[in-house]
């Protein structure tokens, strides 16, 4: 899987990439096994080539569970468009998730939104990095969770915004994971982008290379 740096050679992913969900007219895993289901969800322009398109309501795509998407240490990316501002409850929409497991979510901002990672310890008690400043609404923004087994860290745009050490260990209490929302709510309205989830925390520098890549070479990639 290649993609397009800076300097506009063609690189390779990151080491650890287990799912890319790349949301090219389908909600197949572009690198594993990871499939997922397109719950009412539509296509639309995206970062790169299509993305998902949520309405607010009742969309999402669906992804079984695999201990493969359970590292001990990770990392979790996404290209994100909000169309809206998150309202209703709980308060919080779902970018990429396990149920009652890490989480790369939104919660409501004031003329924008803040980003959050989540990991859970049960399925009453989270812990989280919110993001200091607000993704625009109406325009795309990378937006990456990592945990090292010590810290979760959120960076926007290649930057590192947020972090905090929680004391705590995440748990895999079995649950599948969804993009946009779930079952149950907490639904994303707009653009979801070549989503993906990697078996290792990346680095600062691996991230802001992943931002740079994705604005300047949209389509350097071996996809097919």
Same mark, same amino acid.
């Given at each position: 899987?290649?993609?397009?740096?800076?300097?506009?050679?063609?690189?390779?992913?990151?080491?650890?990439? #287990?799912?890319?969900?790349?949301?090219?007219?389908?909600?197949?895993?572009?690198?594993?096994?990871?499939?997922?289901?397109?719950?009412? *969800?539509?296509?639309?322009?995206?970062?790169?080539?299509? %993305?998902?398109?949520?309405?607010?309501?009742?969309?999402? $795509? &669906?992804?079984?569970? &695999?201990?493969?998407?359970?590292?001990?240490?990770?990392?979790?990316? *996404? !290209?994100?468009?909000?169309?809206?501002?998150? &309202?209703?409850?709980?308060?919080?929409? $779902?970018?990429?998730?396990?149920?009652?497991?890490?989480?790369? #979510?939104? =919660?409501?901002?004031? &003329?924008? @939104?803040?980003?959050?990672?989540?990991?859970?310890?049960?399925?009453?008690?989270?812990?989280?990095?919110?993001?200091?400043?607000?993704?625009? @609404?109406?325009?795309?923004?990378?937006?990456?969770?990592? !945990?090292?087994?010590?810290?979760? =860290?959120?960076?926007?745009?290649?930057?590192?915004?947020?972090?905090?050490?929680?004391?705590?260990?995440?748990?895999?209490?079995?649950?599948?994971?969804?993009?946009?929302?779930?079952?149950?709510?907490?639904?994303?309205?707009?653009?979801?982008?070549?989503?993906?989830?990697?078996?290792? *925390?990346?680095?600062?520098?691996?991230?802001? %290379?992943?931002?740079?890549?994705?604005?300047?070479?949209?389509?350097?990639?071996?996809?097919?």
């Amino acid at each position: 899987m290649l993609f397009r740096s800076g300097s506009g050679a063609c690189t390779p992913a990151p080491a650890g990439l #287990v799912s890319w969900w790349a949301a090219a007219g389908n909600a197949l895993d572009s690198v594993g096994t990871n499939n997922g289901v397109v719950n009412g *969800a539509g296509f639309a322009v995206g970062e790169v080539g299509q %993305a998902f398109s949520f309405s607010g309501t009742g969309q999402y $795509v &669906s992804i079984p569970y &695999s201990r493969s998407l359970v590292a001990t240490n990770y990392s979790v990316e *996404a !290209w994100v468009k909000p169309l809206a501002q998150v &309202s209703g409850s709980p308060s919080q929409d $779902v970018i990429v998730a396990q149920v009652y497991g890490w989480q790369l #979510v939104v =919660r409501p901002g004031t &003329s924008g @939104i803040k980003a959050v990672f989540v990991f859970a310890t049960s399925t009453a008690t989270f812990h989280s990095v919110v993001s200091t400043s607000e993704i625009p @609404i109406g325009q795309f923004s990378h937006v990456v969770g990592t !945990w090292d087994g010590t810290t979760l =860290r959120l960076y926007i745009n290649g930057v590192l915004n947020a972090q905090e050490v929680p004391g705590a260990t995440p748990v895999d209490l079995g649950y599948g994971f969804c993009i946009g929302g779930s079952f149950d709510g907490q639904c994303f309205n707009g653009l979801i982008d070549e989503a993906g989830y990697y078996s290792r *925390a990346l680095s600062a520098g691996e991230i802001q %290379a992943r931002s740079e890549e994705r604005r300047v070479g949209k389509e350097c990639r071996s996809r097919w």
